[in-house]
């Protein structure tokens, strides 16, 4: 979905399901909580963090939701010593933070992952190799840390053109249902 779409992704809507009822959840350079918005409509409890104070500004008080301006980029996690049951992260990418992420995850977590990849530059922006993940990098970065539910990467038919994408979802190692999905 593209950056200002209101509407959630529908890889998130496809594998919320894997939530945990009522999961303390972290939506991730969340921008202006289209996921947010959507997991506190499901009953979650989200923390939505953004460096965008007027972004985020634009969902504070929502039921479910509370907001948090952080730089995720600006030196160490700024997340340090909290623990999240499930993970949301859409259209970002920051390399050096991702080991921080995972371990921000409870052991029996979900990871829902859905970002730009290489090849991508063929269809606009990003188009930066920095802000591009490398062909099955995703899979890479968690191998060893969790389980593989559904993995995508490819070329893909957005609202407004085209892009390509990979899209992880995984499970911590200690998961209990709802495993498989439905």
């Known amino acids: 979905m593209p950056h200002d779409s209101p509407d959630p992704s529908p890889w998130v809507r496809r594998h919320v399901a894997l939530f945990r009822e009522r999961a303390r959840v972290l939506d991730l350079a969340s921008g202006r909580g289209r996921h947010a918005r959507y997991l506190a409509e499901q009953g979650h409890d989200v923390l939505a963090v953004d460096r965008d104070a007027e972004a985020l500004g634009t969902i504070a008080g929502v039921p479910g939701i509370r907001t948090r ?10 997340l340090a010593g909290e623990r999240f049951d499930a993970i949301v992260v859409t259209n970002y990418l920051h390399r050096p933070s991702f080991d921080a992420m995972l371990d921000a995850l409870a052991d029996d977590g979900v990871l829902l992952y859905e970002t730009f990849a ?18 099955g990098e995703l899979l890479e970065r968690v191998r060893g840390r969790l389980a593989v539910v559904a993995f995508e990467e490819g070329l893909v038919e957005r609202d407004g053109g085209r892009a390509v994408v990979q899209r992880l979802a995984a499970v911590g190692s200690r998961r209990r249902g709802p495993w498989p999905l439905p």
């Open 118 to 135: 290489a090849g991508n530059e063929a269809f606009g922006r990003p188009s930066n190799p920095d802000f591009l993940l490398a062909t």
């Open 69 to 78: 301006v952080v730089d995720l980029e600006g030196g160490a996690w700024p």
